[in-house]
């Protein structure tokens, strides 16, 4: 069908130009839109609080590739209790002095 408004040898009735189709956002960039409208810090510490040490641990050892390089996993169900919460203790302990360090050092990580 042909515009009405175009006369041949005239200026386009569109001189902008087609529009150019918008980017489907990737799986990636919707699953951290989505965590950022549902998810609060305060949500997260009150879900993390609710857990046991084996599943405190197990929540720490899965995130922690996302922000450390990833190490050789070793199975939590080898460990006892008392390993399993000695271990907790010496994470909590270093993610505490690192965010000493970082709140001395005056810089944020975000």
């Known amino acids: ?45 009150v879900m993390y609080d609710a857990l046991t040490a084996k599943d405190k641990l197990q929540m720490l050892l899965e995130l922690l590739p996302y922000v450390a390089a990833k190490q050789t996993p070793q199975s939590l169900d080898a460990l006892s209790n008392g390993e399993i919460e ?6 909590i302990q270093g993610i505490e002095t690192t965010s000493i360090h970082l709140i001395g050092d005056g810089k944020q990580n975000d």
């Not at 041949?8 to 009735?13: D, L, M, Q, Y």
């Not at 000695?86 to 994470?91: F, G, N, T």
Request: net charge positive; charged share 25%.
């Open 1 to 45: 069908m042909a515009n009405p408004n175009w006369i041949k040898g005239g200026g386009s009735p569109n001189p902008g130009g087609r529009k150019l189709k918008q980017q489907t956002p990737s799986i990636k960039s919707k699953v951290e839109r989505f965590l950022k409208k549902q998810m609060s810090p305060q949500k997260l510490q």
């Open 86 to 91: 000695a271990l907790y203790a010496k994470v």
